[in-house]
């Protein structure tokens, strides 16, 4: 089976693509169409799509090339779902007449090079443009996934300066008001966390990080949150949370904190909910009017010993270091480089969205013996 070079070679990619891939001035060379192969190795179990949901990975022996190709697997799938959701999207913001961001939705991500190898290994998948836009679900997740990358050596750091800290998960929210805009909502928040950090029941909390949610309900109007990630010297106990943010808010006694025990999970939560992208279909035009208004505002807050702490270089994460360090090894490949899992010739192959997605869903993943 032969994989067809996706998307339009004439098509614009901007030039910054090729200095990121290491290029100065002369674009690359149009790159072959890579053959890939896809049949499964005689002596490897292997695994299509269809099959991966099926698989426990915890329970399976996986080599660091595996977990990547099986990654990438998993991923085809979320981004085809994406696509799907986006063009619903785009068609709802054209309705009501956002043309330009419609347009400026239906640009995002709509071509992706990517290096390839002959065998279908894909790395450094670049889009020709990100559109930023707060119900974008791709910018979304990127915007989710950068944060990460800042945040959590942050938290590592601290706790390797002092693990007898605890590490807590915190929801605060104030009361809908159909009245209240986005905005409104938002300060409102923001200013009363200020008070809380303030206060006696704060005393525990050494540093944290956190985010605003708004969920919209056509009922009650939008609904803000904040779930933030907290380092604590001691519990808080919930109760006595609860009395301090209703005496700050004047509304709300809506608190959750739990402990989590492992750190990357910990963080993950933390940070997806904030970044999942709003739910376009409950927004009616005026919402996401504000919304779009209110899309330079800082929703995201940091204090106490995580804000500007100082990392150094040799952190124990604790996360599946082996395979954070071939994840940032594959981020310096460059065009002609030996494929890192198969050794053959990297090339740089244009996609569309789909066909990206596709692309990544056709690699066959070995599940024992060398891919
Ligand atoms: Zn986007
Ligand atoms: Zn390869």
């Known amino acids: 089976m032969v994989a067809q070079r996706q998307g339009n070679n004439s098509s614009p990619i901007g030039n910054d693509h090729h200095l990121?891939?290491?290029f100065k001035s002369s674009p690359p060379a149009q790159p072959s169409t890579p053959q890939v192969n896809l049949q499964p190795q005689d002596d490897a179990l292997s695994f299509s799509l269809d099959t991966i949901t099926q698989i426990d990975i915890c329970n399976v022996e996986l080599s660091v090339f595996n977990l990547y190709l099986l990654k990438q697997l998993r991923r085809s799938t979320r981004l085809l779902n994406r696509l799907?959701?986006?063009?619903?999207?785009?068609?709802?913001?054209?309705?009501?007449?956002?043309?330009?961001?419609?347009?400026?939705?239906?640009?995002?991500?709509?071509?992706?090079?990517?290096?390839?190898?002959?065998?279908?290994?894909?790395?450094?998948?670049?889009?020709?443009?990100?559109?930023?836009?707060?119900?974008?679900?791709?910018?979304?997740?990127?915007?989710?996934?950068?944060?990460?990358r800042k945040k959590l050596p942050k938290v590592f750091q601290a706790l390797k300066n002092d693990p007898s800290l605890i590490l807590a998960l915190n929801t605060l929210t104030i009361k809908s008001d159909n009245d209240r805009k986005l905005v409104a909502?938002?300060?409102?928040?923001?200013?009363?966390?200020?008070?809380?950090?303030?206060?006696?029941?704060?005393?525990?909390?050494?540093?944290?990080?956190g985010r605003i949610e708004n969920t919209y309900k056509?009922?009650?109007?939008?609904?803000?949150?904040?779930?933030?990630?907290?380092?604590?010297?001691?519990?808080?106990?919930?109760?006595?949370?609860?009395?301090?943010?209703?005496?700050?808010?004047?509304?709300?006694?809506?608190?959750?904190?739990?402990?989590?025990?492992?750190?990357?999970?910990?963080?993950?939560?933390?940070?997806?909910?904030?970044f999942k992208p709003s739910d376009l279909k409950k927004l009616g035009k005026p919402q996401i009017a504000e919304m779009l208004d209110a899309k330079g505002e800082r929703l995201g807050v940091s204090f106490g010993v995580l804000f500007g702490i100082e990392v150094d270089d040799d952190l124990d994460t604790g996360i599946d270091v082996e395979y954070a360090e071939f994840v940032d090894e594959t981020r310096k490949l460059e065009v002609g480089d030996p494929c890192p899992i198969c050794q053959t010739k990297l090339d740089l192959i244009n996609f569309t969205a789909r066909g990206y997605a596709e692309f990544l869903g056709s690699i066959r993943v070995a599940a024992r013996g060398s891919p």
């Open 20 to 22: 990121s891939y290491g």
């Open 84 to 148: 799907e959701m986006k063009q619903k999207f785009e068609k709802k913001l054209r309705k009501f007449g956002f043309i330009e961001e419609a347009d400026r939705l239906k640009r995002c991500r709509a071509e992706v090079v990517s290096l390839v190898c002959e065998n279908g290994h894909s790395f450094r998948p670049i889009p020709d443009f990100q559109c930023y836009l707060p119900f974008c679900p791709d910018c979304c997740e990127r915007k989710s996934i950068i944060e990460l």
């Open 185 to 209: 909502g938002n300060n409102k928040l923001k200013e009363g966390f200020k008070t809380l950090r303030r206060q006696k029941v704060w005393k525990n909390c050494v540093g944290g990080f």
């Open 218 to 274: 056509k009922s009650v109007g939008w609904h803000p949150h904040l779930h933030s990630i907290l380092l604590l010297k001691g519990y808080i106990p919930q109760k006595a949370l609860s009395d301090a943010w209703n005496g700050v808010t004047k509304c709300s006694k809506v608190v959750d904190i739990r402990t989590v025990h492992d750190v990357a999970t910990g963080l993950i939560e933390c940070i997806k909910y904030p």
